[in-house]
């Protein structure tokens, strides 16, 4: 089997899917590597080192997208313009693996569904200890809470830590992180490095002892957070009245914050308003606001996606693709979640489809001409797949249904 590595053409994106490094470990597999030239130029892997690894390098898209897989950073939704380009280029039974914002954009996989190519959206991989290992979300949330701070570090006209100096003693920026997920954590973990005095809230309880650990002080507000926290031990979306409590509860923490980095966000859904206008307005002069939640509306009610602003004299900085910024560990760190996942599926040279296998079925969005994830069946008001498959089987004179683990050769494309 080939495995095809194209060029990223999403605006910006300086991401490869695979690294040289990668290249020897799936070759073991069985598997051949073709790499479009320049592919990892802005990355910083040269041809020339991807070769050196035993990859083929492919001038011409077109024969790229002949392999029998296709790894991407970003495809279908993730891409969408890009994505349509591309589509004419994908065929039945050939895959397609990364992210690609199936709860963003479910039209997006319906229309990869209908190319007869099977889909594995990486955004889906369930958390579980066994798919650590390819948890593409963890690995690039850790990117982007790091590089988020050094943003807030090179805009905040005051230096990080407290230092005592012939010239008097400078006291410490006041770092306040919102969310205590993988990025929050990582936010954390920097901004005690460059020496701020960092505090930190998650709607999540369960997250305190993790921020304490990382030097952290955990913000305790009177809010009811039972039901906080939802599956995969993502938080999930609370009522109006909880936002609204919690706003004006947050807005005390943040006028008392030099930096305030924002990454709660919602698989799914819109990402929470948590820092009203008037709570800018109430934060020092020259104070940073870094919202990792404005590709989806933002956590502050100012921010907007890939810009910076200056408001009531504090700057806000709504970046989407932090990791991006890091190409060259970001690349590394999501070839080998990539990696592990193609060593998931690869038995004997063949991708095999063990629908029994969580980390596959509920990685899988699209198969054989169907939409196969029932999220995003739902999400575009298409009737539960097995109710396709009872009714079909009902019908003598219709086609056989499609079965998940038969090969991705099914004729159908009605999704």
Do not use: W
């Amino acid at each position: 089997m080939r495995v095809a590595v194209p060029i990223e053409t999403f605006p910006g994106e300086r991401r490869v899917a695979l690294v040289p490094a990668a290249i020897g470990p799936l070759k073991k597999l069985g598997l051949e590597v073709c790499v479009e030239s320049e592919a990892g130029s802005q990355a910083g892997y040269p041809d020339n080192a991807f070769a050196e690894a035993g990859a083929e390098i492919v001038s011409d898209r077109d024969a790229l997208f002949s392999a029998d897989v296709v790894v991407q950073v970003r495809s279908a939704g993730a891409n969408r313009d890009g994505f349509k380009a591309d589509l004419a280029r994908l065929r039945q039974g050939q895959i397609v693996i990364g992210m690609s914002d199936p709860l963003g954009d479910a039209g997006a996989v319906r229309d990869l569904a209908n190319s007869g190519a099977t889909l594995f959206a990486m955004e889906l991989i369930p958390r579980i200890t066994r798919a650590q290992s390819m948890d593409v979300l963890s690995s690039m949330a850790t990117v982007a809470g790091y590089h988020a701070v050094l943003l807030a570090a090179t805009k905040l006209p005051k230096m990080f830590p407290m230092l005592m100096t012939a010239a008097g003693t400078l006291s410490a920026a006041k770092v306040f992180v919102i969310g205590g997920g993988v990025a929050g954590l990582q936010a954390i973990a920097t901004a005690r490095r460059l020496g701020g005095i960092v505090s930190a809230y998650d709607v999540r309880p369960a997250v305190r002892e993790q921020v304490e650990s990382l030097g952290g002080k955990f913000v305790e507000m009177e809010l009811e957070t039972d039901s906080a926290e939802g599956q995969g031990g993502y938080a999930k979306a609370m009522d109006e009245m909880f936002y609204t409590k919690q706003r004006a509860l947050m807005a005390e923490v943040v006028a008392q914050s030099d930096v305030v980095v924002t990454t709660a966000a919602i698989p799914g859904r819109p990402s929470p308003l948590l820092i009203t206008a008037e709570a800018v307005q109430g934060m020092p002069t020259g104070s940073v606001i870094v919202d990792l939640a404005a590709e989806r509306g933002g956590n502050c009610e100012l921010s907007q996606p890939d810009t910076e602003l200056t408001a009531h004299d504090v700057t806000i900085l709504g970046p989407t693709n932090l990791p991006s910024e890091v190409p060259f560990h970001a690349s590394q760190m999501y070839a080998k979640n990539i990696s592990n996942f193609l060593h998931h599926l690869v038995s004997d040279g063949k991708v095999q489809f063990d629908m029994q296998d969580e980390i596959t079925r509920e990685t899988m969005a699209a198969h054989g001409g169907q939409v196969t994830s029932s999220r995003l069946r739902e999400m575009l008001e298409l009737e539960p797949l097995e109710k396709r498959v009872a009714e079909q089987t009902d019908r003598s004179d219709d086609p056989p249904p499609i079965r998940l683990d038969e090969d991705a050769s099914a004729e159908t494309k009605d999704n």
